[in-house]
């Protein structure tokens, strides 16, 4: 087993290949596993959204564990993702992983139900209390029941086991919030962004790192981002932020999440498989659209040819506004030249 260290740099989502009957393509997910190492980033986070281990079953996510720890051989942290239906079935889970030597599990609040406060603090206590790896609470209110900051702050003065939280909201105020609550007490405990387009403004107001699926296609960028932000190299990494924010979107809100993401790792010379969400002939044609633009954006980087049809119309994201990102970082930055930190 891997003793404690505090999670922090960038952690990858990764996509899990399949072959052409729709099941766990070993080798492949092997070679995508040490590639990914190879390419800088910090740890790996499987089972998580963008692996779709929603859609897998537990024995597949359960060998999708053993084939990773495996093949990673202690060489970066892997922080499992650990989100069953139930706290038994999530604790007999985090039992297996721990055996397998992962680091620590990324607990999903409970889905389908919404539930109160109060009811999600009980759910991670119990966990909490009988699980033999450390845990990162993973707060996602899209999908499941939110955390709120009083409930981070209880668990993590209450549960020595709760290391950490990977937020994937967005929302910058909210995570000041958490860090302020919760870092006096401690110092420990690491705060994570699942939020690509927002990764920078993150790691300024004090995130430790990310769990970004962009990492999973452009481990180099994500990586760089990091470093340049870590080091206040602000200009170079706005620039940065901006491409990555570019790529994130067309990827995240061009295509049923997460084929963008598992199309972009093919043009990175992957055999990634088709999706097991089923797609209408519209979905499929738009999705081989999309592959043209995504070529198109890792060719400016140098990690693609051009599409035959060339790049003429320099593609162009949506969602997240780049302007946005310029205010927001301009406004971290006045906080930390005002706090005498920049």
């Given at each position: 087993?891997?003793?404690?260290?505090?999670?922090?740099?960038?952690?990858?989502?990764?996509?899990?290949?399949?072959?052409?009957?729709?099941?766990?393509?070993?080798?492949?997910?092997?070679?995508?596993?040490?590639?990914?190492?190879?390419?800088?980033?910090?740890?790996?986070?499987?089972?998580?959204?963008?692996?779709?281990?929603?859609?897998?079953?537990?024995?597949?996510?359960?060998r999708i564990m053993e084939i990773i720890c495996h093949q990673v051989r202690g060489r970066v942290p892997v922080l499992a993702g650990a989100a069953e239906a139930?706290?038994?079935?999530?604790?007999?889970?985090?039992?297996?992983?721990?055996?397998?030597?992962?680091?620590?599990?990324?607990?999903?609040?409970?889905?389908?139900?919404?539930?109160?406060?109060?009811?999600?603090?009980?759910?991670?206590?119990?966990?909490?209390?009988?699980?033999?790896?450390?845990?990162?609470?993973?707060?996602?209110?899209?999908?499941?029941?939110?955390?709120?900051?009083?409930?981070?702050?209880?668990?993590?003065?209450?549960?020595?086991?709760?290391?950490?939280?990977k937020d994937s909201s967005g929302d910058l105020p909210n995570m000041i919030r958490m860090i302020q609550a919760v870092r006096p007490l401690r110092p420990d405990?690491?705060?994570?962004?699942?939020?690509?387009?927002?990764?920078?403004?993150?790691?300024?107001?004090?995130?430790?790192?990310?769990?970004?699926?962009?990492?999973?296609?452009?481990?180099?960028?994500?990586?760089?981002?990091?470093?340049?932000?870590?080091?206040?190299?602000?200009?170079?990494?706005?620039?940065?932020?901006?491409?990555?924010?570019?790529?994130?979107?067309?990827?995240?809100?061009?295509?049923?999440?997460?084929?963008?993401?598992?199309?972009?790792?093919?043009?990175?010379?992957?055999?990634?498989?088709?999706?097991?969400?089923?797609?209408?002939?519209?979905q499929q044609s738009e999705l081989a659209k999309l592959a043209d633009k995504l070529q198109c954006l890792l060719a400016q980087h140098g990690f693609t040819d051009?599409?035959?049809?060339?790049?003429?119309?320099?593609?162009?994201?949506?969602?997240?506004?780049?302007?946005?990102?310029?205010?927001?970082?301009?406004?971290?930055?006045?906080?930390?030249?005002?706090?005498?930190?920049?």
């Amino acid at each position: 087993m891997q003793s404690r260290s505090k999670l922090q740099g960038i952690f990858t989502p990764n996509i899990v290949p399949l072959d052409s009957k729709g099941d766990i393509n070993e080798g492949e997910l092997r070679r995508y596993v040490d590639w990914l190492i190879a390419k800088g980033v910090h740890g790996l986070y499987p089972n998580g959204s963008t692996g779709e281990f929603t859609r897998f079953t537990v024995e597949e996510r359960i060998r999708i564990m053993e084939i990773i720890c495996h093949q990673v051989r202690g060489r970066v942290p892997v922080l499992a993702g650990a989100a069953e239906a139930n706290v038994k079935e999530t604790v007999r889970a985090c039992e297996a992983y721990y055996e397998m030597g992962a680091t620590a599990v990324a607990i999903v609040a409970p889905y389908y139900y919404k539930l109160s406060p109060r009811s999600v603090y009980a759910y991670f206590k119990e966990i909490a209390d009988n699980t033999p790896i450390d845990v990162t609470l993973y707060n996602i209110p899209m999908f499941a029941s939110p955390i709120d900051v009083p409930t981070v702050k209880r668990l993590a003065e209450e549960c020595d086991k709760v290391v950490g939280i990977k937020d994937s909201s967005g929302d910058l105020p909210n995570m000041i919030r958490m860090i302020q609550a919760v870092r006096p007490l401690r110092p420990d405990f690491s705060f994570l962004t699942g939020w690509d387009a927002a990764l920078m403004p993150m790691l300024l107001i004090g995130c430790d790192g990310g769990t970004n699926a962009s990492s999973g296609v452009v481990p180099e960028l994500t990586r760089k981002l990091y470093e340049l932000t870590t080091a206040y190299k602000i200009d170079e990494a706005r620039d940065l932020q901006y491409d990555i924010v570019t790529l994130f979107d067309s990827m995240l809100y061009t295509a049923e999440f997460p084929d963008g993401f598992r199309t972009a790792v093919r043009l990175r010379g992957f055999e990634t498989g088709v999706g097991r969400q089923p797609l209408s002939d519209d979905q499929q044609s738009e999705l081989a659209k999309l592959a043209d633009k995504l070529q198109c954006l890792l060719a400016q980087h140098g990690f693609t040819d051009e599409p035959v049809c060339g790049c003429s119309i320099k593609p162009e994201g949506k969602g997240s506004n780049p302007e946005e990102v310029a205010t927001i970082v301009q406004a971290v930055v006045t906080e930390l030249k005002r706090r005498g930190m920049a």
